[in-house]
T-cell receptor, first 115, second 114 residues
Framework: DVKVTQSSRYLVKRTGEKVFLECVQD?????MFWYRQDPGLGLRLIYF???????EKGDIPEGYSVSREKKERFSLILESASTNQTSMYLC??????????????FGQGTRLTVV | AQSVTQLGSHVSVSEGALVLLRCNYS??????LFWYVQYPNQGLQLLLK??????LVKGINGFEAEFKKSETSFHLTKPSAHMSDAAEYFC????????????FGKGTMLLVSP
């Protein structure tokens, strides 16, 4: 089975802290994604990466950055956490290209609370 | 550009009743379409996918969906609801053009009463 593992299920951080959310996948997927999920808003794409050291902004990148130094690992960084970044964060990965195996596989999510 | 509209943020059914969750999409190129399910405090799990093969797609847990190009729809159905189906369901679209990102609908919470 494909496994996408997020380092923490629950996190509580203080305003202004630098926060790292880590994600690791074990299926050699090219693509990796970070989404944010809020009630009534669905999933919104923060950043994605289609290769090592490559990154692209999604719909809501402000206040976030990412790092992908190895193919299997994709990190989301909150440079200075704010209370409006309290949310559920979901990491996902997928193969690149055409064909049947194009779905994204998701981690269990990290529920981040900023106080 | 692509977008997904899920009609109804909440749908309530009785156990044993038909489940119908609606999804309409817009896409400038032929799409791939997906339904995901999310149980409380969990990640998303793939229910089924349409990738340009058969228009009627069967998924896990007895769910199925039909791709209707003329209606730009991909509605999710299940003949008989079970209590364990109570969850949030997300429809998603990606262009059938290689590398791209998923665009999600806002989700529909399915409530199942005994």
């Amino acid at each position: 089975d494909v496994k996408v593992t997020q380092s923490s299920r629950y996190l509580v951080k203080r305003t202004g802290e630098k926060v790292f959310l880590e994600c690791v996948q074990d299926m050699d997927h090219e693509n990796m994604f970070w989404y944010r999920q809020d009630p009534g808003l669905g999933l919104r794409l923060i950043y994605f990466s289609y290769d090592v050291k490559m990154k692209e902004k999604g719909d809501i990148p402000e206040g976030y950055s990412v790092s992908r130094e190895k193919k299997e690992r994709f990190s989301l960084i909150l440079e200075s956490a704010s209370t409006n970044q309290t949310s559920m964060y979901l990491c996902a990965s997928s193969f690149d290209g055409y064909g049947m195996d194009v779905e994204a596989f998701f981690g269990q999510g990290t529920r981040l609370t900023v106080v | 550009a692509q977008s997904v509209t899920q009609l109804g943020s909440h749908v309530s059914v009785s156990e044993g009743a038909l489940v119908l969750l609606r999804c309409n999409y817009s896409s400038s190129v032929p799409p791939y379409l997906f339904w995901y399910v999310q149980y409380p405090n969990q990640g998303l799990q793939l229910l089924l996918k349409y990738t340009s093969a058969a228009t009627l797609v069967k998924g896990i847990n007895g769910f199925e969906a039909e791709f209707k190009k003329s209606e730009t729809s991909f509605h999710l159905t299940k003949p008989s609801a079970h209590m364990s189906d109570a969850a949030e369901y997300f429809c998603a679209v990606t262009p059938n053009s290689g590398y791209s990102t998923l665009t999600f609908g806002k989700g529909t919470m399915l409530l199942v009463s005994p």
